[in-house]
C-alpha cells in the first residue's frame, strides 16, 4: 500500500513538473509580402496568450479614373497595430503541433493609419485622402522551417476618411474589409 502511494505521489509530481503553460514568444521580428504590399512586423509579448503586433509597410493599389481613362499603381505607406490573442496554443502544444514564431489560431482587432502620402504619381486629378481604420479579424499564422512562415485573416471593420481641403467626399466613413494571405520570413 506505502509502495502504492508513493509512486502515485511521484506520478502526481512528475506530471506537475512536466506540465507548461504554452506562451507566445517574448518578442519576434520579421517581413512579410502579399498580393498587394511588403510589411515589415514586430510582435511583442503582453501576457502567455496575448502580443502585441506593430507593423510598417507599403500597401499597393490599383486605381482607375473613368472620366479621363487613366490607370495607374501606387504605393500608400502603412502603419498598424495589432493586438491579437493567440487562443489555441495549450490545444497545439498538447498534440505536439508547433506554437514557435507564435504560430496558431488567432483573433485581433487590426488598427491601420495610411498618411496621404503617395509612392509613385498620380494623376492631376486625383487626390489620395488618408484614412484609419478598425477591423476584428481572425487568422492563423503556421512556420515552414525555421524561418518561413504563412499567415492569413479576414475581417469586417469600419474605416474612416480624413477630409481635405478642396475635396468633398459623400460619406466620411464606412466598411472595411481585412482579407490577406501572406508569406514571410522571421528572424
Sequence with gaps: ????????????????????????????FGIQTGFLGVWAHNES????????RS?????????????VG?????????ITLEPRWYY??????SKNRRIDGNSGNFISIKTTYHPDVVIGSLDDNVTFISDISIIPT??????????????TGIGIGY?????????IL??????????????GFRF
Excluded: C
Design 45 to 52: 509579448k503582453l501576457s502567455n496568450t496575448i502580443a502585441l
Design 88 to 93: 489555441n496554443l495549450n490545444k497545439r502544444v
Design 159 to 167: 474605416v474612416h476618411y480624413f477630409e481635405e481641403d478642396n475635396v
Design 170 to 183: 459623400p460619406e466620411e466613413s464606412g466598411l472595411a474589409l481585412n482579407l490577406h494571405l501572406r508569406i
Design 1 to 28: 500500500m506505502k509502495k502504492t502511494v508513493l509512486v502515485l505521489i511521484l506520478f502526481i509530481a512528475t506530471l506537475k513538473s512536466t506540465a507548461q503553460q504554452a506562451s507566445v514568444e517574448k518578442s519576434t
Design 70 to 78: 487613366s490607370r495607374g499603381f501606387i504605393l500608400v505607406p502603412a
Design 138 to 151: 481572425w487568422g492563423i499564422r503556421r512556420n515552414v522551417g525555421k524561418h518561413f512562415t504563412y499567415e
Design 55 to 67: 507593423e510598417l509597410g507599403l500597401d499597393a493599389a490599383i486605381y482607375s479614373n473613368n472620366f
